[in-house]
């Protein structure tokens, strides 16, 4: 169906979207102020001017939809690791547009034009997308190569082939860890990889070949301790972090010893008062700007009066749980889950949640599949979140599946200061009294 169409049909509705614009624009400038801390007052301003733009031109009849395709391209180009917000908020603004049609008398010609309508919004953001990504990663290999080829004769490298294999590796990494290509902040790691003498595959082996056929991602010894040795000169200030009950528990820590053959690291953090870290044998992660990679290890011994961390078995691999884009909290107490779909109610037992999701374990796992859309039913203290909710990952040997919330923004916000509020009991509960 023709979109201009089809937004005719909304526009006769014209006077709800155009009160509801500002709260829209404001549920954008609140989730972005609070999710992108680093944010400039004037970035954040200009992109409000083209969500609002963007807005206009989906819900104002006097506005082409033709419009379109040019203000997503520019937010793809300039805002791409924004454009999830206006996103998130075109689905809320679906939520609130269907309370307000069931609330009137339900016109399903103007549901239908609702949805039509917005796979035509996504089928056209999806595509563009692809396509600014390709243009803008080719734009930044070819600026990021210039650069790097500049300063090829400072670093005292003279190999072309190897500026061009970094460079290509750099935006690999970049690509894999979902995050914005900044010319800037690759140069800065290029020439910290030049300058360690770092081959193309970052010095990482593969060895170890598991029972069940994994292999183990180690790091070179002698290039670990060499990275160390170099953040101890230049700041010395690691960032060690481990998990509790699904919480990152985190200490910032300095460099007092090296001992690259026994494969441990001695540091010292007197300001660290979290039990945890003391623990023998309790896994941890080491956090560097320097390090192409985390390091794993694991506590030898700690001596927490002293602020004394004894960390061994020291290995470069991925934190993944660094990787989570919201935190997820285990409860104490188990809560049993109501999980209704396809007319029948199940019951779980939550694992873990997040404001924008939760793991659900089961005694006998339903018939679901990724994508399906089912009703929740979690009962928290002092409140309940009743919202639907879309399968994102389902463990068939765990029964257990990962489930994504579709709530509304005042739910979410109430379920956010009740993640806050579990999240500070947990690490009161890990913290040294005085008295310890």
């Known amino acids: 169906m023709n979109p201009q169409k089809l937004k005719e049909t909304l526009a006769e509705d014209w006077e709800f979207f155009s009160i509801y614009k500002d709260k829209f624009l404001r549920y954008i400038k609140e989730e972005l102020s609070l999710k992108e801390k680093h944010i400039t007052r004037e970035r954040l301003e200009t992109f409000l001017k083209l969500c609002g733009e963007i807005y206009e031109v989906l819900f104002n009849p006097e506005r082409s939809v033709k419009d379109l395709y040019t203000l997503f391209e520019e937010l793809l180009f300039k805002y791409g690791d924004y454009a999830k917000f206006l996103i998130t908020a075109l689905a809320y603004l679906a939520y609130e547009y269907t309370n307000f049609l069931i609330n009137q008398e339900l016109n399903f010609k103007k549901l239908y034009a609702l949805y039509t309508f917005y796979s035509f919004i ?24 210039q650069e790097i080829i500049a300063i090829k004769e ?18 690999g990494e970049a ?35 598991t029972e069940s056929g994994e292999k183990e991602l180690l ?25 509790y009950k699904g919480l ?31 623990q ?30 004894i960390v061994s078995d020291l290995r470069m691999e991925e934190d993944k749980f660094a990787r989570r884009r919201y935190v997820r909290v285990e ?6 889950v109501e999980v209704l779909t396809k007319g029948k109610k199940y019951f779980g037992v ?87």
């Open 248 to 278: 990152p528990v985190i200490c910032v820590a300095s460099i007092t010893d090296l001992d690259p053959s026994m494969n441990l690291v001695v540091l010292e953090s007197k300001l660290c008062k979290y039990k945890i870290f003391y």
């Open 122 to 145: 996504f089928f056209t953001f999806q595509k563009l997308y692809g396509e600014v990504k390709k243009r803008k990663i080719e734009e930044v290999k070819k600026k990021l190569l």
């Open 280 to 309: 023998p044998g309790q896994e941890v992660f080491l956090h560097h700007p320097l390090l192409p990679i985390s390091l794993k290890g694991k506590i030898f011994k700690g001596e927490p009066k002293e602020g004394i961390l």
């Open 331 to 336: 409860l104490e107490q188990p809560i049993q």
């Open 350 to 436: 939550l694992k873990d949640i997040s404001q924008r999701g939760a793991a659900v374990r089961f005694t006998e796992l339903p018939p679901l599949e990724k994508g399906n859309i089912l009703k929740l039913r979690i009962p928290l203290e002092g409140f309940e979140i009743e919202t639907l909710a879309v399968v994102r990952r389902v463990d068939d040997k765990e029964k257990e599946i990962g489930v994504e919330f579709q709530l509304p923004y005042p739910e979410e916000k109430r379920l956010i200061q009740y993640i806050l509020q579990k999240q500070q009991e947990i690490l009161n509960r890990l913290r040294y009294t005085s008295e310890e």
């Open 175 to 209: 690509e894999e860890k979902k995050r914005d290509i900044s010319v800037k902040e690759l140069k800065k790691e290029a020439v910290s990889l030049l300058n360690s003498g770092i081959n193309t595959e970052f010095n990482r082996s593969y060895k170890n070949v």
């Open 154 to 171: 400072k670093l005292g490298i003279n190999d072309e082939e190897l500026l061009k294999e970094v460079l290509l590796s750099l935006l």
């Open 219 to 243: 790091g070179n010894i002698e290039r670990i301790f060499s990275l160390l040795e170099e953040i101890k000169e230049k700041d010395n200030k690691l960032e060690v972090r481990t998990y």
